[in-house]
Nanobody
Framework: QVQLEESGGGLVQAGDSLRLSCAASGQIMSTYGMGWFRQAPGKEREFVANIAWSSGHTTYTDSTEGRFTISRDSTKNLVYLQIHNLKAEDTAVYYC??????????????????WGQGTQVTVSS
């Protein structure tokens, strides 16, 4: 079992930067992949980025590469999502998730067995 807890969300201005954190506890295996998803009101959950727990390999989408940076501190069991130049369309609940085996390519939400409760990010323009 893995427990995930996000923090760092809030109300920010367009153009600001923000760093979200995800604290992971439980049995985290070296094969795990850790991901960030987001869900805006009325929209489906959308993949943002993921990272291989062991190697640090990362995956982004065309729309998130550049402004979003995922990283992890395996000594503290923390995963981060740094967002630069926030836009109104980044407003969403951001979720941290864990998959038992990191897969290259863009994953689906169903690939992840463990989820946090989410943290709200609201960007005012």
């Amino acid at each position: 079992q893995v427990q995930l807890e996000e923090s760092g969300g809030g109300l920010v201005q367009a153009g600001d930067s923000l760093r979200l954190s995800c604290a992971a506890s439980g049995q985290i295996m070296s094969t795990y992949g850790m991901g960030w998803f987001r869900q805006a009101p009325g929209k489906e959950r959308e993949f943002v980025a993921n990272i291989a727990w062991s190697s640090g390999h990362t995956t982004y989408t065309d729309s998130t590469e550049g402004r979003f940076t995922i990283s992890r501190d395996s000594t503290k069991n923390l995963v981060y999502l740094q967002i630069h130049n926030l836009k109104a369309e980044d407003t969403a609940v951001y979720y941290c998730a864990a998959e038992s085996i990191f897969r290259r390519g863009v994953p689906r939400p169903t690939d992840f067995a463990y989820w946090g409760q989410g943290t709200q990010v609201t960007v005012s323009s």
